[in-house]
């Protein structure tokens, strides 16, 4: 299953590379961008800030960037590669062993909102400079939906969730709450802590489950 699902990068690739100029003018835009953002928070950094942290003036700044929303993509790009290959390469191990699909659906929606909660402030300045919603085929949403669909599909054909199950409708309604602003809504204005945050997306994973006949053993699920 986890071979099926294909990796998303934050941000599109150019066919043809930088001059080594401009990839270390770059290189050394986003280390000087992720140190402010860490010390003072994206919120409150300016472009003027970064260019002067990093040693380049603000033209060569935009020709890299040409906003806040577009550096903290960039930013955005490394930190979600890495979480879709640690994330699929646990998927693919769990298979292996033979976990129930509706652990490994566990396991992939509790690391969901731990990235999400981990880069919510990146993650809300490209929604406000791209104006992507939820609904969008945004990469990072498209990658959600796709692994959830995948992992559902696979939960039909081993009998451990209900085949008449609409995967696709599923995987939107499980994807839904995984967005940046819900995620902060939650933590920060309703005050509900990362845990019951995921708990909460969890128990929708147990109505996923066959129902039972008369005299019927359903699979383990965990």
Same mark, same amino acid.
């Given at each position: !299953?986890?071979?099926?699902? #294909?990796?998303?990068?934050?941000? #599109?690739?150019?066919?043809?590379?930088?001059?080594?100029?401009?990839? =270390?003018? *770059?290189?050394?835009?986003? &280390?000087?961008?992720? $140190?402010?953002?860490?010390?003072?928070?994206?919120?409150?950094?300016? !472009?003027? %800030?970064?260019? %002067? =942290? &990093?040693?380049?003036?603000?033209?060569?700044l935009y020709r890299h960037f040409e906003h806040k929303g577009a550096l903290c993509r960039a930013l955005?790009?490394?930190?979600?590669?890495?979480?879709?290959?640690?994330?699929?390469?646990? @998927?693919?191990?769990?298979?292996?062993?033979?976990?129930?699909?509706?652990?490994?659906?566990?396991?992939? @929606? %509790?690391?969901?909102?731990?990235?999400?909660?981990?880069? @919510?402030?990146? @993650?809300?300045?490209? $929604?406000?400079?791209?104006?992507?919603?939820?609904?969008?085929?945004?990469? !990072?949403?498209?990658?959600? /939906?796709?692994t959830l669909a995948g992992l559902l599909r696979t939960g039909t054909r081993t009998g451990e969730i209900?085949?008449?199950?609409?995967?696709?409708? &599923? =995987?939107?309604? +499980?994807?839904? #709450?995984?967005?940046?602003?819900?995620? /902060?809504?939650?933590?920060? *204005?309703?005050?509900?802590? +990362?845990?019951?945050?995921? %708990?909460?997306?969890?128990?929708?994973?147990?109505?996923? /489950?066959? =129902?039972?006949? #008369?005299? $019927?053993?359903?699979?383990?699920?965990?």
């Amino acid at each position: !299953m986890a071979q099926e699902i #294909p990796l998303h990068a934050m941000e #599109p690739r150019s066919a043809r590379g930088p001059r080594e100029d401009a990839r =270390a003018n *770059r290189a050394r835009i986003l &280390a000087a961008a992720q $140190q402010l953002f860490e010390e003072r928070g994206v919120a409150q950094v300016t !472009m003027a %800030q970064v260019a %002067q =942290a &990093a040693g380049v003036g603000k033209g060569t700044l935009y020709r890299h960037f040409e906003h806040k929303g577009a550096l903290c993509r960039a930013l955005l790009d490394a930190h979600f590669r890495a979480h879709q290959d640690a994330v699929l390469a646990r @998927l693919r191990a769990l298979a292996q062993e033979g976990t129930p699909v509706l652990e490994r659906l566990r396991f992939f @929606l %509790q690391e969901s909102v731990a990235f999400i909660h981990e880069h @919510l402030a990146l @993650l809300c300045e490209v $929604q406000r400079a791209y104006g992507i919603s939820p609904v969008e085929d945004a990469p !990072m949403m498209q990658w959600l /939906r796709l692994t959830l669909a995948g992992l559902l599909r696979t939960g039909t054909r081993t009998g451990e969730i209900d085949p008449a199950l609409d995967v696709d409708l &599923a =995987a939107d309604l +499980l994807r839904a #709450p995984l967005t940046a602003a819900y995620i /902060r809504h939650l933590h920060e *204005r309703s005050g509900y802590g +990362l845990d019951a945050i995921a %708990q909460g997306i969890l128990r929708l994973v147990e109505g996923l /489950r066959p =129902a039972a006949r #008369p005299g $019927q053993r359903l699979p383990s699920g965990g």
